[in-house]
């Protein structure tokens, strides 16, 4: 009797998945394909070579995060911006011509949308990033931001609020992460919904202000490649505040020993481009305390993935640790 996916190990669901992706494959005129995983999280991509050694990445969307309508109102962003010069990752058509396929494959739970994408050379830069490569960022992310793109009646993307932020949306389970929490910890979620949801207000929605935005900018979807920077990944491109997209960079260098010096040239390069007022750091703090509290929501609450169940306790845990520095 097969085991249910989501009762799986992490292997037997990768095992499954790349059946499935040999289907998705089946799609495109790739000759013998050679897979291999790079990540098995909320998405699941494997690099893909064909017997030319022409490289690809093959993403399979989670079920119940992103619909077909939402993935290909990203991928028209995505051509969009390809269109306007911008180093993003390049869409590769099924043989039929469509951007995206949906397949499904026994063991694997719903059908799953998948998009096949042209890989971009590059180098990640993570703990080794020097001031100057994230002002690069900073220049990409403001470019972005002004990105001339008028999205047609059919463009579906989430608007990035605090139910969003949060995990308050489907596919998570609340009250798987609820059980987690004391009657300290409840005080402090509801501490930052309460500042997340005022600056949402506070802010409004003018353009100078609100926009689309990548809503995932951190230095493991940023590329450098002979003095170009990329972004890639945008599964979680939205409509929400530039603060947003800012705080999120920021988030992820805030235990780096450079941090002062790495935000201020973010910001200088940013300002190159787009016009950015003086930033208020309570702005920030709860655009980041919303993140990283969302992404605590998110471990404890997709329970049909192994790794998540084993680590939840450990993460949320760790999380209310780090917002009281927030709040």
Not at 123 to 152: C, D, E, K
Not at 205 to 224: C, E, K, T, V
């Amino acid at each position: 009797m097969l085991i249910p996916f989501e009762q799986s190990t992490y292997q037997a669901q990768v095992f499954r998945l790349r059946k499935l992706a040999k289907t998705a494959l089946e799609n495109y005129a790739i000759h013998r394909p050679l897979l291999k995983l790079i990540t098995h999280w909320n998405n699941t991509t494997f690099a893909v070579c064909d017997h030319q050694n022409n490289r690809y990445i093959l993403r399979i969307s989670r079920p119940g995060f992103q619909d077909v309508l939402h993935v290909r109102s990203e991928l028209m962003w995505l051509m969009a911006l390809r269109d306007a010069h911008f180093c993003v990752p390049q869409v590769v058509p099924t043989q039929t011509g469509d951007p995206l396929v949906v397949v499904d494959s026994p063991g694997v739970p719903q059908p799953r949308t998948c998009v096949l994408f042209h890989h971009l050379p590059g180098r990640f830069y993570t703990h080794n990033i020097v001031p100057q490569q994230f002002a690069q960022s900073g220049v990409l992310m403001a470019h972005l931001h002004n990105s001339t793109f008028f999205p047609s009646p059919h463009f579906t993307r989430k608007i990035w609020n605090a139910d969003t932020a949060l995990g308050r949306v489907s596919g998570i389970d609340q009250g798987a992460f609820q059980k987690y929490l004391n009657a300290e910890t409840k005080k402090l979620y509801i501490q930052i919904d309460q500042q997340y949801t005022q600056i949402f207000q506070k802010l409004g929605d003018s353009q100078d202000a609100f926009g689309l935005i990548h809503a995932d900018f951190h230095q493991h979807n940023i590329l450098y490649c002979s003095g170009r920077v990329c972004a890639i990944d945008f599964d979680e491109c939205g409509w929400g505040h530039y603060l947003h997209d800012i705080a999120i960079a920021f988030m992820n260098i805030r235990h780096h020993k450079n941090e002062r010096a790495l935000r201020q040239a973010f910001l200088s390069g940013y300002r190159t481009v787009r016009h950015l007022p003086p930033i208020n750091e309570q702005h920030l703090n709860a655009f980041i305390a919303g993140r990283l509290l969302g992404l605590a929501v998110w471990t404890a609450g997709v329970t049909d993935h192994p790794k998540n169940r084993a680590q939840a306790a450990r993460v949320v845990d760790q999380t209310f640790c780090a917002l009281k520095s927030y709040c």
